[in-house]
């Protein structure tokens, strides 16, 4: 945890530099020039300043204040590490909480410098006017975007990560990356624009067929790329480049230049106007652009979201091998006795190790969630020295993990049953499982987005009291970003329809504070299900292999489709993974897979 005396010192010498900089309040957000849900070190400022370490959040630092914004995730553990620090915990989307720019107002309302600053190279076009227009509202506050204060305060700053590049095969890819190419500068056509700037690094490592290793847990390299009509550059630091990827390069017909010359790039940029998407490219390479700018979405997410033939494959195959490592760690779990050596961490390292030794590994897709008892009901929690616990004979243990395969990336929840349970437990557990199960079965028409489908997997759980306030299922990259859009199954709107060749995950979960938690996940292929007269009708392919806890269960509470439902999962699990399995494995399988 960090050392809050620590804090303490980086707020003074924050604040010295904001005095000299006329500002009464600066903004740190999650984020980097590339509007990446994981960022490399070089820009976890947010982190730094306030010590609260969550994938999600808002600092605001007033020369008298200081505050945090997060969501419901992290309101337990934000709360734990904000402990003896200055900061105030906002909880987003509690009625009583102020936005960021209304509390910025009231902190400032009795100062005479009313300007605040944030970093432009590092929020989004979208976010940052967002909050210019919403603070002059607030009695004039003017909002700076030209100045970074941790160039100077952070002296121990990490670099900007020098990984090498390499080129996903064909036979991962399915598709060349001129192809691409050509279908992107076909879709801006359509939008009435001549090229793009491309910020977003899945969205660069997708187009070209590269990936790298700058981002924890995401095989992805720091860089923009600026398409034009007859061709691209790519803004990358060139010591990441090996002959092998120039040449592959060249030969693509996209040139390279240094990163820091993106905004001499776009000042040069030859065509007419260019498409900037709003929620991707940054503000001041936004501000950089002498041309006409087009407002629109970028039209990659879209195309990158619907996995080829190749890449539904390479799920298929990357679950598999996941599956086989699962069940070798479920089987280890079962042999080991609970003497209270088996920790949340021991049980993570373990499951990490098993899955590096299948083909292909390139490592995890996110940090793994080992939440035992009480941590369960911390939805993001991780697991550290400090707060390790061991395992005993009661309550649930929540396992939310993920591994790169370079064919697939894989993300499953289980939450496994330790000796008795109370009836709390085992009610929960079964109408998440319930609400699971519905949303894997569900036929739906061609259009309906995930917001039309989020009800299916929580009606069971409303009707006993019950809800969980983040999305029930995301996108899943091809071995890029374990979170990926623009789809999205959840009760915000959210417009994208599910296509045809999406993957997305189902995992709808509830968490009582200070006692368990559980989540149940699969990631899931939309396929066709049937034509009528009245439209072409979709489903989801389950990719997951990997036995769910029956021991949990009241059977009394699951309908006769829902049970029939899991015992046909079951034996698919069984059938995928039986011939890659030892004989004692197949053995634990058969009986954790049997008929419920």
């Known amino acids: 945890m960090m050392n809050k005396e620590l804090i303490a010192k980086r707020l003074e010498v924050l604040r010295e530099e904001m005095r000299r900089e006329h500002l009464s309040a600066f903004v740190f957000t999650t984020g980097d020039p590339h509007h990446s849900e994981y960022t490399a070190e070089h820009w976890k400022g947010r982190e730094w300043i306030s010590g609260f370490n969550g994938s999600a959040g808002t600092a605001v630092v007033t020369l008298k204040s200081a505050a945090l914004w997060t969501d419901s995730r992290y309101f337990i553990a934000a ?3 904000l402990k003896g620090t200055e900061y105030q915990l906002m909880k987003l989307k509690m009625p009583e909480t102020p936005t960021v720019a209304q509390w910025i107002g009231s902190e400032l309302a009795d100062m005479d410098d009313k300007a605040v600053g944030i970093d432009g190279m590092t929020n989004g076009v979208a976010e940052v006017e967002n909050l210019k ?6 009695g004039g506050i003017t909002l700076h975007t030209a100045w970074d204060p941790l160039q100077r305060i952070w002296k121990d700053r990490p670099t900007v990560p020098l990984c090498p590049v390499e080129i996903q095969p064909m036979e991962y890819a399915g598709e060349e990356a001129a192809s691409k190419l050509k279908r992107i500068r076909k879709a801006l056509r359509e939008k009435h624009a001549d090229g793009m700037l491309v910020a977003s690094l899945d969205d660069i490592a997708w187009t070209l067929n590269l990936r790298g290793n700058d981002i924890h847990c995401c095989p992805l390299f720091v860089s923009f790329l600026l398409i034009d009509t007859q061709s691209a550059t790519l803004f990358i630091y060139k010591e990441k480049v090996g002959d092998e990827v120039k040449a592959y390069l060249a030969k693509l017909g996209v040139r390279m230049a240094d990163y820091n010359q993106v905004k001499q790039g776009l000042k040069d940029y030859p065509e007419y106007n260019i498409l900037m998407d709003p929620d991707e490219v940054c503000y001041t390479l936004r501000q950089a652009v002498t041309r006409p700018v087009v407002e629109a979405a970028s039209p990659i997410p879209a195309m990158k979201a619907v996995k080829n033939e190749a890449e539904q494959n390479g799920f298929r195959l990357a679950m598999q091998r996941d599956g086989a490592a699962l069940v070798k760690f479920l089987k280890w779990m079962e042999e080991q006795t609970i003497d209270g050596t088996m920790t949340e961490l021991t049980v993570s390292d373990r499951l990490e190790q098993l899955r590096s ?14 939440a035992y008892g009480p941590h369960g009901a911390i939805v993001h929690y991780e697991p550290t020295q400090e707060t390790d616990v061991p395992l005993q004979r009661k309550s649930l243990l929540l396992i939310d993990s993920g591994a790169q395969y370079q064919n697939g990336t894989t993300d499953i929840t289980r939450t496994l049953a330790f000796g008795e349970l109370t009836e709390e437990e085992r009610k929960v557990y079964t109408l998440v499982l319930k609400g699971h199960i519905q949303l894997q079965m569900l036929i739906f028409p061609k259009g309906a987005s ?13 009707q006993h009291g019950y809800n969980f306030l983040h999305g029930t299922g995301h996108g899943v990259g091809s071995f890029l970003n374990v979170h990926e859009g623009p789809h999205q199954i959840r009760m915000e709107y959210v417009a994208q329809p599910l296509c045809e060749g999406m993957t997305v995950t189902d995992e709808p979960g509830i968490y009582l504070k200070d006692r368990f938690g559980v989540r149940i996940e699969n990631t899931l292929l939309v396929v066709p299900a049937f034509q009528t007269e009245c439209g072409t009708f979709l489903k989801f392919e389950t ?23 899991l015992n046909q999962y079951h034996q698919m699990v069984y059938d995928r993974l039986a011939p890659i399995l030892s004989e004692d494995e197949k053995t634990w399988l058969k009986t954790a897979t049997k008929p419920l």
């Not at 390139?362 to 940090?367: A, E, T």
């Not at 995930?450 to 409303?462: C, E, F, H, I, P």
């Open 79 to 81: 709360e734990e590490q």
């Open 133 to 138: 227009s919403q603070l002059k509202q607030l």
């Open 357 to 370: 030794e299948q083909p292909l590994y390139r490592g995890l897709s996110f940090d793994t969630i080992s």
């Open 450 to 462: 995930g917001t039309q489908l989020d009800a299916v997997a929580r009606r069971d759980l409303w």
């Open 543 to 565: 990719l997951t292999l990997c036995p769910i806890d029956r021991r949990p269960i009241i059977r009394e509470m699951m309908s006769a489709e829902e049970i029939d439902w």
